[in-house]
């Protein structure tokens, strides 16, 4: 597949779930291709994947997509570092650590919502723990928090300043060590070189 993707010479990859269904030495082979085609070809790639870990592999750049709407974006490094979105967060409190503690993962509860009838307001909201009122009439636009890093959350300042904690933080199930600072700084020395 990666073959016939290459065979016309493209300036730009679309790969669309390319690890779904693989088994985790193969999809480390298929990353390890990706990152190696990234480096020789210089080609850009848009990688589209439920995998938070795959991103953090391949990536520079990261968008989170909700039903839709896209709640945060920037450096992936900064947004490793400091989520700042309530469904990001939830994302990677979903997912285990290879160097924090042993802990429960976290749940996102509900489900996604109805697309041809979405919620009005946040379209998080009826599953966001740190929803307030306005969430379900005024729908959050883009703001950018830091340099190069947006979130589309009435509360995304306060999140990034950490002067609004959450429940998931409260109860010790939003991991801090998701990724440490070796491993985001080899992801733009090595992986990303
Ligand atoms: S705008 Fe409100 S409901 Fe939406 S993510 Fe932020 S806090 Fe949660």
Do not use: W
């Not at 999809?27 to 790639?45: F, H, N, P, S, Y």
């Not at 309530?86 to 990677?92: F, H, S």
């Not at 933080?169 to 020395?189: A, H, K, P, R, V």
């Amino acid at each position: 597949m990666i073959a016939m993707a290459l065979a016309c010479n493209p300036s730009l990859i679309i790969a669309d779930e390319p690890t779904t269904a693989l088994d985790v030495i193969m999809q480390d082979r298929v990353l390890a291709v990706i990152r190696d085609l990234q480096k020789k070809l210089g080609i850009a790639m848009i990688i589209i994947t439920h995998d938070i870990s795959v991103v953090a592999e391949v990536a520079e750049k990261i968008a989170i997509m909700y039903a839709g709407k896209m709640v945060e974006m920037g450096d992936i490094k900064k947004i490793f570092r400091k989520p700042s979105n309530p469904y990001t967060i939830g994302l990677m409190s979903a997912f285990p650590s290879i160097i924090g503690p042993k802990k429960e993962l976290f749940s996102i509860p509900g489900a996604p919502p109805d697309l041809a009838n979405p919620p009005k307001g946040c379209r998080f909201h009826p599953r966001c723990m740190y929803a307030r009122d306005i969430c379900k009439e005024v729908e959050p636009q883009l703001i950018e928090v830091e340099n190069g890093h947006l979130s589309a959350c009435h509360f995304a300042q306060e999140i990034f300043d950490g002067t609004m904690s959450t429940e998931l933080e409260e109860e010790g199930l939003f991991d801090e060590d998701f990724m440490d600072e070796e491993e985001l700084d080899d992801l733009s020395e090595e992986e990303l070189a």
